[in-house]
């Protein structure tokens, strides 16, 4: 069964530390081996200048690299992250930021995702030549 943006909103509502929940993020779309979640503006996430913080945006690529491997097993499954590696491009200031992480490999025991993070413009249209960080990560798939 696929993952719906209905399931996989009830899987960050099941599977995560209430810290993880309070960032705001919600599904935007799923699939087959992707998902893209925003993570929305908010001040209490902002450090000293009003930039979004590198924190919130780590969470938030972790966090979407897990509904893209739920996605792409059909559900949630007991997995862990092994390694999770941020570059910072440019600041995030005032702007929702959609962040999309892309299975580029899915294993027996082990996934690994290309995850890009984009401000959302005003007129709802990411500048996907302009990101504002680039993560990759691997996961270990427990069972």
């Not at 995560?16 to 925003?38: I, K, N, S």
């Not at 000293?48 to 792409?72: H, I, N, R, W």
């Not at 005003?122 to 069972?143: F, I, K, M, N, R």
Request: no cysteine; net charge negative; charged share 15%.
């Amino acid at each position: 069964m696929p993952l719906t943006v209905e399931l996989a909103d009830k899987l960050l509502a099941d599977n995560f530390a209430p810290w993880v929940l309070d960032l705001g993020l919600r599904v935007v779309t799923t699939g087959e081996r992707h998902a893209v979640l925003r993570l929305p503006w908010s001040e209490r996430l902002a450090r000293e200048g009003g930039a979004l913080s590198g924190q919130a945006l780590m969470a938030a690529a972790d966090t979407a690299t897990v509904v893209a491997v739920a996605a792409a097993r059909g559900g949630y499954v007991p997995m862990t992250t092994v390694q999770l590696s941020t570059s910072f491009q440019r600041p995030v200031v005032g702007a929702d930021v959609l962040v999309r992480a892309t299975l580029t490999k899915l294993g027996r025991t082990l996934a690994f995702a290309d995850i890009t993070m984009s401000p959302e413009g005003p007129d709802g249209t990411v500048a996907e030549h302009a990101p504002a960080a680039h993560a990759t990560a691997v996961y270990a798939l427990l069972s």
